[in-house]
């Protein structure tokens, strides 16, 4: 692409040529968003209810709880300027292993459970769950595509990255990790269900505190301060919260809204822990230990399910 033509056109019209670029992408995102939106403007009118009031803090809890552990995480490079390559493989295998235990038993499970409930099939539960599924990974693709970000390994990419300063795309970057962790959050307290709601969000505020850290230290590796990385590091952690909200909203309202969220949440972290997380973790030789700290955090996910569940 040639970026000295692109760097005298408007955000529109990278945007626009982008869409042109990739049109399938382009479908996909589109039809997430207009999904994501039509699923959350059917909960407003329930706003009202002091029930849905109750859900609505229940999310907004959780998300600061995942905020905090990102900033708690993050706090340790005020004094850390690296920590060994191989841990930092470890803990982020071990958060990658404790996402998919999440999305696994406290997302796609009870969506399915309560979608065939609501439709008396298995079958057509289980359909549900895999709309969302489809739903949750078109918009984590189309949000990849379409959003300038950088990570430290492979460079910037996304239309218009070399418009962004470079503190901007790292956060970009985080934005699309935590955003579908904080809609987790929301859709598991969704129905008030604490069963779901808690073992979630007790999993997710956990693997925040090593992931935050990572960032953290990729902000200062890249030669921000100490402190601008800690910060940045923990603002993202607002992401979180954030999504909590927006997760309340998509799976409140009618009855099918509810699997189709489960789905929709778990769907969004598959994609990323598959597409982002891992290969991460891959990249530097250290592939058995990344490999060993995903399964400790899955099988911590699986005992926190079963206790708090």
Avoid at 18 to 25: C, G, R, T, Y
């Amino acid at each position: 692409m040639d970026f000295s033509v692109q760097s005298n056109a408007s955000w529109w019209g990278i945007l626009r040529d982008h869409a042109k670029a990739h049109p399938l992408m382009t479908a996909g995102l589109l039809s997430s968003l207009l999904l994501v939106i039509a699923l959350f403007a059917q909960s407003l009118f329930l706003l009202e209810s002091p029930e849905q009031q109750q859900f609505m803090q229940y999310a907004a809890l959780g998300g600061l709880a995942c905020f905090i552990g990102t900033s708690a995480g993050a706090i340790p490079a005020l004094l850390l300027k690296s920590i060994p390559q191989k841990l930092e493989d470890a803990m982020l295998g071990f958060a990658a292993g404790m996402m998919l235990a999440a999305s696994a038993f406290s997302l796609l499970l009870p969506g399915v459970e309560a979608g065939t409930e609501i439709t008396g099939s298995k079958i057509a539960g289980g359909g549900l769950v895999i709309l969302g599924m489809a739903v949750g990974v078109a918009l984590m693709m189309g949000l990849d595509y379409f959003t300038p970000h950088e990570h430290a390994q492979t460079g910037p990419c996304g239309p218009g990255n070399e418009r962004c300063g470079r503190a901007w795309l790292f956060v970009f970057a985080i934005a699309l990790h935590n955003l579908p962790e904080g809609m987790a959050v929301g859709v598991g307290f969704a129905q008030g269900d604490v069963s779901i709601g808690l073992p979630l969000t007790t999993a997710i505020a956990l693997q925040d505190i090593p992931e935050g850290l990572a960032v953290a230290l990729t902000l200062r590796a890249v030669g921000f301060t100490p402190l601008f990385s800690v910060l940045v590091a923990s603002a993202t952690g607002i992401l979180e919260l954030l999504g909590a909200l927006l997760g309340v909203g998509l799976a409140g309202g009618f009855m099918l809204a509810y699997p189709i969220g489960l789905g929709l949440a778990g769907g969004a972290m598959l994609f990323v822990v598959s597409h982002e997380v891992i290969p991460e973790t891959h990249r530097n030789g250290h592939q058995m230990l990344a490999t060993q700290g995903l399964m400790v955090g899955f099988a911590l996910m699986m005992i926190l399910d079963t206790t708090l569940g």
